[in-house]
C-alpha cells in the first residue's frame, strides 16, 4: 500500500520566469545602482557636514533608498513598477542624484551611473518580452 503524492502545482501568475541565466545588463545595473546609492551616501554626508547629524541623515537616506529600490525596482518584488513607472521614476529621481552628487563634486560619475541604470534596464525589458512574449516592439 503505497500512498502517492499529489503533483506539485504553481500557484504562481507571474509571467516572468523564475530561474534564467545571469546576463551582462543585470550585473551592470546592479552596479549602477549600487554605485547611485553610494554616491548618494557620500553627498549627503558632504553636504551636511561630519557628525552625529550626518550619520543619522546618511543612514536615512540609505535606508530609504533600499526599501525603495527592494519595493520597486527588483525584479522579483510583488509591487514592481512597469517599465514606464521605472523609467519614469529614473527620469524624476535620477536628475535629483545628479545634482545632489554635483554639489559635492562628482556629477560625472552619477552621470554615467543614471546612464547605465536606464539603459541596463530597457534591455532586462526588453530581453524579457522577447523571452516571454516574442519580439518586443514597443517598449514605450
Known amino acids: 500500500m503505497t500512498d502517492e503524492l ?7 501568475d507571474s509571467a516572468e520566469p523564475f530561474g534564467g541565466e545571469i546576463r551582462w545588463f543585470g550585473v551592470v545595473l546592479l552596479v549602477a545602482y549600487l554605485a547611485l546609492l553610494i554616491l ?7 553636504l551636511v557636514g561630519a557628525g552625529t547629524v550626518a550619520g543619522i541623515i546618511t543612514g ?3 535606508v530609504a ?3 525603495g529600490w527592494r519595493m520597486w525596482l527588483v525584479r522579483g518584488s510583488q509591487r514592481r513598477l512597469p517599465f514606464k513607472g521605472r523609467l519614469l521614476l529614473h527620469l524624476v529621481v535620477g536628475p535629483v542624484m545628479v545634482v545632489l552628487s554635483a554639489l559635492a563634486g562628482v556629477w560625472l560619475p552619477a552621470l554615467v551611473a543614471l546612464s547605465a541604470v536606464v ?8 530581453d524579457r ?8 516592439q514597443n517598449l514605450i
Request: aromatic letters at 14%; one cysteine or more.
Open 119 to 126: 539603459m541596463c534596464d530597457a534591455l532586462d525589458e526588453r
Open 40 to 46: 548618494g551616501a557620500r553627498s549627503v554626508w558632504i
Open 129 to 136: 518580452r522577447w523571452s516571454v512574449d516574442g519580439p518586443a
Open 60 to 62: 536615512v537616506f540609505v
Open 6 to 12: 499529489p503533483a506539485m502545482t504553481d500557484f504562481s
Open 65 to 67: 533608498y533600499i526599501l
